[in-house]
């Protein structure tokens, strides 16, 4: 596979943006973004003026999209925050992992000492298997945090890794 990356442009590609996080964020499952937030909730959640995100694409084709942030201000600035999100497409294809490990890689360009995910939702065992393998473990659990639309309360997740 030749996955390419590249950093999105805010405004030229909101709408590439939205076409890959879209059905992630009406299924309600994955992310705390409202899912019935349309455009403007789906991208304030996942892209705010603190993120810079890059689109996964193939042949043209989009798969994937991450973004990467401070995860606090001031004091807690050393820290990053990222989230992922693939296409239908992408299943199966090794999209999520590269994009992992670009983001990875990023951080560590960009000068953060670390990464950590607020709000995993423990039913998203195929993306915690995959941070897990990359070494990011698990430091709380919050129980019932998340309302999952089919599961009902489920426990959400704290993951870090020291870069």
Same mark, same amino acid.
């Given at each position: 596979?030749?996955? /390419?990356?590249?950093? @999105?442009?805010?405004? @030229?590609?909101?709408?590439?943006?939205?076409?890959?996080?879209?059905? /992630?964020?009406?299924?309600?499952?994955?992310?705390?973004?409202?899912?019935?937030?349309?455009?403007?909730?789906?991208? &304030?959640?996942? !892209?705010?003026?603190?993120?810079?995100?890059?689109?996964?694409?193939?042949?043209?084709?989009?798969?994937?999209?991450?973004?990467?942030?401070?995860? *606090?201000?001031?004091?807690?600035?050393?820290?990053?925050?990222?989230?992922?999100?693939?296409?239908?497409?992408?299943?199966?294809?090794?999209? &999520?992992?590269?994009?992992?490990? @670009?983001?990875?890689?990023? &951080?560590?360009? *960009?000068? =953060?000492?670390?990464? *950590?995910?607020?709000?995993?939702?423990?039913?998203? /065992?195929?993306?915690?298997?995959? !941070? *897990?393998? &990359?070494? =990011?473990?698990?430091?709380?659990?919050?129980?019932?945090? =998340?309302?999952?639309?089919?599961?009902?309360?489920?426990?959400?997740?704290?993951? =870090?890794?020291?870069?």
């Amino acid at each position: 596979m030749s996955l /390419t990356l590249r950093e @999105a442009a805010r405004g @030229a590609d909101d709408a590439l943006v939205w076409e890959i996080i879209r059905p /992630t964020v009406e299924s309600g499952a994955y992310f705390c973004a409202d899912p019935d937030g349309g455009i403007a909730g789906g991208l &304030a959640y996942f !892209w705010p003026e603190t993120a810079r995100v890059w689109i996964a694409e193939e042949a043209g084709e989009p798969l994937g999209c991450f973004y990467l942030r401070p995860n *606090q201000p001031g004091n807690g600035s050393h820290v990053c925050n990222a989230g992922y999100c693939t296409t239908g497409a992408a299943r199966g294809r090794g999209v &999520a992992r590269r994009m992992l490990d @670009a983001s990875l890689d990023e &951080a560590r360009r *960009q000068g =953060f000492a670390a990464m *950590q995910y607020n709000f995993v939702v423990a039913t998203n /065992t195929r993306a915690i298997e995959i !941070w *897990q393998r &990359a070494g =990011f473990q698990t430091v709380d659990r919050l129980p019932g945090a =998340f309302r999952h639309p089919d599961k009902g309360r489920v426990d959400a997740l704290v993951m =870090f890794k020291e870069l």
